[in-house]
């Protein structure tokens, strides 16, 4: 049923917890994983138009993301892939989403941030009200 997963990952303690659930989800279904996680400094988000090399916080960025696909692929024997996008999280993971033809899209909710919320909104709201997939949302401790 769902082939192929992206798993949108932050730097948080919570994103283990989602990794977790989304192995177990994927095992049964058979499904691979696809891991990503969208860099959004400064650097990310004008590394293309300024023609800039890659930052240190992208670097580490890209070392998380290949550690969790090997322990991954390890624990499990999932087929996992890795991402590392750069810029606005919800437009990127909506195009890797849309690029990679995912079945579902599955994200850590960390609750609500009251104003931040209100102004910027969330991550997984504009995702969620963007995509055309299914979405597996874990919630954070």
Same mark, same amino acid.
């Given at each position: 049923m769902y082939s192929k997963i992206l798993v949108a990952l932050d730097h948080t303690d919570s994103a283990q917890l989602l990794l977790t659930q989304v192995a177990k989800l994927a095992t049964l279904m058979k499904s691979e994983l696809l891991l990503v996680h969208v860099a959004d400094?400064?650097? =990310?988000? &004008?590394?293309?138009?300024? &023609?800039? =090399?890659?930052?240190?916080?992208m670097r580490e960025d890209w070392n998380r993301l290949e550690s969790a696909a090997t322990r991954l692929r390890e624990e499990t024997g999932l087929t996992v892939s890795t991402r590392l996008a750069l810029g606005s999280p919800p437009d990127e993971i909506l195009k890797v989403a849309h690029s990679e033809r995912v079945d579902m899209i599955a994200m850590i909710s960390h609750g609500h941030r009251l104003v931040g919320d209100i102004i910027h909104g969330s991550t997984i709201e504009a995702v969620r009200h963007r995509t055309h997939v299914a979405m597996f949302i874990f919630p954070s401790k």
């Open positions: 400094g400064w650097a =990310a988000r &004008n590394f293309t138009q300024l &023609n800039l =090399a890659s930052s240190e916080e």
